[in-house]
């Protein structure tokens, strides 16, 4: 991509609406801009970012047996009624009414609808078990939008539902699911804490959020030092295997949020025990009968038996990730992109365009980067080298590769790390086998 033809509208001056520093970091990368409190449109390189978070998501996802969809946005008021949430919900909830006067709603969440889909699809327990999920837009009506798009109204989620026969069947998809997010976390450079929720109304253990620790988290958060010293991505993981040890490994040591945690009474020594702010990324829920009871969802057991259906929903925060990841890697300069999520993996920093040699070693160079399968974004613009550097810095590709016409007289370019800030010159050969290799 050359930046002479990219829209990528940087800002030097730090935009006075935001208080933290992924909002920041996004405006002034030209990565999102505000259309009206807590609704975001995604510029190109803040859609970029996305996207690949919402790959890693879909991989993870369907790596763990899960199968996508999408549903709508709109649904209608009545299906809210069924499960009684239509009222519960409150202000958060956007109602609208259609030309013929029916009432609809933007989802806030999907129970609803994949109940119903699933209920007038599904009669047997042969069909059983399945989880199901799509990577959507939600609306909630957030009293307080906030931080970017951390907490926006409109945000983008996935969430997956899955459907058992009976209680042991939805603790081993429960389990999926909690491996699966440590997997997903993990491969975006984050260290993600499950941490035991409130479940609300119906009771029981099955309900973890997934937090990863940043000053500016909304949350206080405590959890056992161990907890955050885990490679998660060091075993493969076979989704079909009994993955219980591996949730009670990970749920035998202690982390709460505030409205858990009791400082009198914390099993955990004191130093041991992390203290911090947390993010939730990521919620993971069973729901017992509850969706399934109030609509009718149900199945046939082999005995000849009808049973409700229990299921379970698990939130990924898919557009708060982005934020989330800028709160947990940046510096005074600007974004440090892990190299799985970032917008382009290398930044090529032509010093001299109007150098010919200079223009034809980087039209070079950036052919056998993207030959090779990089994303390069190719600076071509006739700014400073100092603005170029800055403008580099702040958007944060893992790798700076900077041209310019002595070093190409003499065969020679130098490369960046972004995240250690360390500069080595190499000849042009090394730099593409670094690279690449
Ligand atoms: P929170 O406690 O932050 O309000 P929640 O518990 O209401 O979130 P869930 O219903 O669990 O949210 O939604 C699943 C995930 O969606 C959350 O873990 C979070 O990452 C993300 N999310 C929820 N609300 C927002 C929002 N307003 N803006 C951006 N992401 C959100
Ligand atoms: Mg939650």
């Given at each position: 991509?050359?930046l002479?033809r990219y829209?990528m509208?940087?800002?030097?001056?730090?935009?006075?609406?935001?208080?933290?520093?992924s909002?920041?970091?996004?405006l002034?990368?030209?990565?999102?801009r505000?259309?009206?409190?807590?609704?975001?449109?995604w510029?190109?390189?803040?859609?970029?970012?996305?996207?690949?978070?919402?790959?890693?998501?879909?991989?993870?996802m369907?790596?763990?047996?899960?199968?996508?969809?999408l549903?709508?946005?709109?649904?209608?008021a009545?299906?809210?009624?069924?499960?009684?949430?239509?009222d519960?919900?409150?202000p958060?909830m956007?109602?609208i009414?259609?030309?013929?006067?029916r009432?609809?709603?933007?989802?806030?969440?999907?129970?609803?609808q994949?109940?119903?889909?699933?209920r007038n699809?599904?009669?047997?327990y042969?069909d059983?078990p399945?989880n199901?999920y799509?990577?959507?837009?939600?609306?909630?009506?957030e009293?307080?939008?906030?931080?970017?798009i951390?907490?926006?109204?409109?945000?983008y989620?996935k969430?997956a539902?899955?459907?058992?026969?009976?209680?042991?069947?939805?603790?081993?998809?429960?389990?999926k699911?909690?491996v699966s997010?440590?997997?997903?976390f993990?491969?975006?450079?984050?260290?993600?804490?499950?941490m035991?929720?409130?479940?609300?109304?119906?009771?029981?253990?099955?309900s973890?959020?997934?937090?990863?620790?940043a000053?500016?988290?909304?949350s206080a958060?405590y959890c056992?030092?161990?907890?955050?010293?885990?490679?998660?991505?060091?075993?493969?993981?076979?989704?079909?295997?009994?993955?219980?040890?591996?949730?009670?490994?990970?749920?035998?040591?202690?982390?709460?949020?505030?409205?858990?945690?009791?400082?009198?009474?914390?099993?955990?020594?004191?130093?041991d025990?992390?203290?911090?702010?947390?993010?939730e990324?990521?919620?993971?829920?069973?729901?017992?009968?509850?969706?399934?009871?109030?609509?009718?969802?149900?199945v046939?057991?082999?005995?000849?038996?009808?049973?409700?259906?229990h299921?379970?929903s698990?939130?990924?925060?898919?557009?708060r990730?982005?934020?989330?990841?800028?709160?947990?890697?940046?510096?005074?300069?600007g974004i440090?992109?892990?190299?799985s999520?970032?917008?382009?993996a290398?930044?090529?920093i032509d010093?001299k365009?109007s150098?010919?040699?200079?223009?034809?070693?980087?039209?070079d160079?950036?052919?056998?980067?993207?030959?090779?399968?990089?994303?390069?974004?190719h600076d071509?613009?006739d700014?400073?080298a100092?603005?170029?550097?800055?403008?580099?810095?702040?958007?944060?590709?893992?790798w700076?590769l900077?041209v310019?016409?002595r070093?190409?007289?003499?065969?020679?370019v130098?490369?960046?790390?972004?995240?250690?800030?360390?500069?080595?010159e190499?000849?042009?050969?090394?730099?593409i086998?670094?690279?690449?290799?």
């Open positions: 991509m050359r002479s829209f509208p940087t800002i030097k001056e730090t935009p006075s609406e935001a208080q933290i520093a909002h920041r970091l996004m002034r990368a030209g990565m999102i505000q259309s009206s409190a807590g609704i975001y449109s510029l190109p390189t803040g859609f970029r970012v996305l996207k690949r978070i919402e790959q890693i998501v879909r991989e993870e369907n790596a763990a047996g899960c199968h996508e969809m549903m709508p946005t709109i649904q209608p009545d299906l809210w009624r069924e499960s009684g949430r239509y519960d919900y409150g958060e956007l109602r009414k259609d030309r013929h006067d009432d609809m709603l933007y989802g806030p969440t999907n129970e609803e994949i109940t119903e889909i699933f699809a599904v009669k047997s042969r059983l399945r199901l799509h990577i959507q837009w939600k609306f909630r009506d009293i307080r939008p906030r931080f970017g951390m907490r926006g109204r409109e945000f989620m969430d539902y899955s459907f058992d026969i009976d209680y042991a069947s939805a603790k081993r998809s429960y389990n699911m909690f997010y440590l997997r997903v993990a491969r975006m450079g984050l260290k993600a804490v499950p035991a929720a409130e479940s609300g109304p119906i009771g029981g253990d099955l973890h959020e997934f937090v990863i620790l000053d500016t988290g909304e958060v056992h030092r161990a907890l955050l010293e885990r490679d998660v991505l060091g075993s493969k993981i076979d989704f079909e295997s009994n993955l219980e040890p591996i949730v009670a490994d990970w749920t035998s040591h202690y982390a709460a949020t505030d409205d858990k945690h009791d400082p009198d009474n914390c099993p955990v020594a004191p130093g025990l992390v203290t911090a702010r947390g993010i990324v990521g919620h993971i829920f069973y729901s017992d009968t509850k969706y399934s009871d109030a609509m009718n969802c149900r046939d057991t082999p005995d000849g038996q009808s049973v409700a259906v299921s379970g698990y939130g990924i925060g898919v557009s990730l982005v934020g989330a990841i800028i709160e947990a890697s940046h510096d005074d300069d440090i992109w892990p190299e999520v970032a917008p382009f290398v930044g090529l010093l365009p150098d010919d040699a200079c223009a034809a070693a980087c039209d160079l950036y052919g056998k980067l993207v030959a090779a399968g990089l994303e390069v974004l071509d613009t700014d400073r100092g603005a170029k550097f800055a403008a580099m810095d702040l958007i944060g590709l893992p700076q900077i310019g016409p070093g190409v007289k003499e065969g020679k130098e490369l960046k790390r972004r995240a250690t800030g360390e500069r080595e190499l000849s042009i050969e090394a730099a086998s670094k690279l690449t290799g």
